[in-house]
């Protein structure tokens, strides 16, 4: 047995352990439903949240051949881990800043929703992280999302719903920062690749994100909750008709394309969940979801071949395009859209213009700089980086009946 795999079985479950240990311990003192007004959330609104980040994102990750077990097995174990410090933080907030108490079930809708972040910065080193450092990665991402979160809501005065859908914006550029500090992989790699089999499961995936994210965007919603709801189906449904018509146009043998199709039809989503709430015209939101396709295919293009190898950036599963690009777009819009809406006001107008720009610039801001810094120490020696050969390969932590090759 290498010294390599004698270390992963030393230290994986005792790091859980200790988090778990550490958990309970505060549950026991912080956690408490005591004078929570009753939730605004339903079960079933929670349930299509939660289905979309575990079983939408865990599948959406298996594009990798030889991969598909740590892809779907590590995300359901960041997220049960993540979920609890997520809630465990807004208790102490709560606690601290004498916020209004939450029940339960919104306690842990938001820490779900939260828990996207960390997803979406998974796929970005996918393949390239050991299990040590993606649990680090979660506790660090999180704690850190609270703090953008804090500082826009109390600065900034962004409403919580609002401030929340930073996620996508959050998880993409932390996510390309910590992976800026990996090692590239072999170039032509045999094991960064795909299969149709692969392909179909990350498929099932995106169509599970598909069909809940109209929750996603409206569960946090106060106001015009079903308008939120409505906005973004229209919204992901052009996206999903453009990337169709997108992947045909910039295919050399006109053919559909399952990397556009599994990226693109999403971005819609991503794009209107900021103004979903807002919109007052279904026109608008279509606009937003064919734009939001446009730029993540043809993001995707020029990622690819000119800005990724200039930085060194090893992006595994694209969050850039399909997540980070979408969610600037979306930021933008809102800006606009406020601009449009209050031009009779002007002293308003600066008001609103001004905090909204801040809030989109200090979350970027610390998503690169925390990422970096996250990066760096993930890739010191006691964490055991994984050597480049060893990338993308299931065989290093699961145990196989036999010896497959293939998944």
């Known amino acids: 047995m290498s ?34 007004p009753r939730s605004s959330i339903s079960y079933p609104a929670f349930q299509d949240v939660n289905h979309m980040v575990i079983f939408g994102f ?46 339960g ?22 393949g390239k ?19 953008s979160r804090w500082i826009n809501k109390m600065f900034l005065e962004v409403p919580d719903d609002i401030g929340m859908m930073h996620v996508h914006l959050f998880g993409a550029y932390f996510g390309l920062a910590v992976s800026s500090c990996f090692s590239e992989p072999l170039p032509r790699s045999e094991k960064n690749a795909s299969t149709p089999k692969s392909d179909l499961l990350s ?3 995106t169509l599970f994100l598909w069909v809940f994210w109209p929750s996603f965007n409206s569960v946090l919603v106060v106001a015009n909750k079903r308008q939120a709801i409505y906005n973004t189906y229209f919204a992901l449904a052009v996206s999903a008709v453009t990337a169709f018509v997108l992947s045909v146009l910039t295919t050399k043998d006109g053919k559909f394309r399952m990397t556009h199709i599994h990226s693109a039809v999403l971005a819609g989503g991503v ?18 979801g064919l734009l939001a396709s446009v730029i993540t295919i043809l993001g995707s293009y020029c990622l690819q071949r000119c800005l990724n190898p200039a930085l060194k950036i090893h992006d595994s599963s694209g969050v850039h395009f399909t997540f980070g690009f979408p969610a600037v777009l979306g930021a933008l819009a809102q800006v606009i859209l406020l601009a449009i809406k209050n031009w009779t006001n002007l002293s308003r107008l600066g008001y609103l213009v001004m905090f909204h720009v801040g809030a989109f610039c200090v979350t970027i801001s610390v998503a690169l700089i925390t990422g970096f810094i996250t990066g760096l120490i993930l890739n010191l020696k006691p964490f055991k980086t994984i050597p480049v050969s060893k990338y993308f390969e299931d065989q290093f932590y699961w145990e196989f009946p036999h010896l497959a090759v293939g998944f």
């Open 3 to 36: 010294s390599y795999y004698r270390n992963f079985r030393n230290n994986v479950p005792w790091l859980i352990l200790f988090l778990e240990a550490v958990f309970i311990v505060l549950f026991y003192f912080l956690f408490s439903d005591d004078g929570a």
């Open 105 to 126: 079930l919104k306690r842990i809708t938001k820490a779900a929703v939260s828990m996207t972040a960390v997803v979406i910065s998974t796929g970005a080193v996918l």
């Open 58 to 103: 865990g599948f959406f990750l298996t594009f990798l051949k030889r991969y598909g077990f740590s892809s779907t097995g590590f995300n359901l174990l960041i997220i049960v881990l993540g979920v609890q410090c997520s809630v465990l933080i807004e208790g102490l907030l709560v606690l601290l800043l004498q916020r209004p108490n939450e029940d």
């Open 203 to 205: 498929m099932l995936g």
């Open 129 to 147: 992280s050991n299990p040590v450092q993606l649990i680090l990665m979660t506790v660090v991402e999180i704690i850190v999302f609270h703090m």
């Open 271 to 288: 794009t209107v969940g900021y103004a979903a709430h807002s919109i007052e015209y279904p026109w608008i939101a279509m606009i937003l």
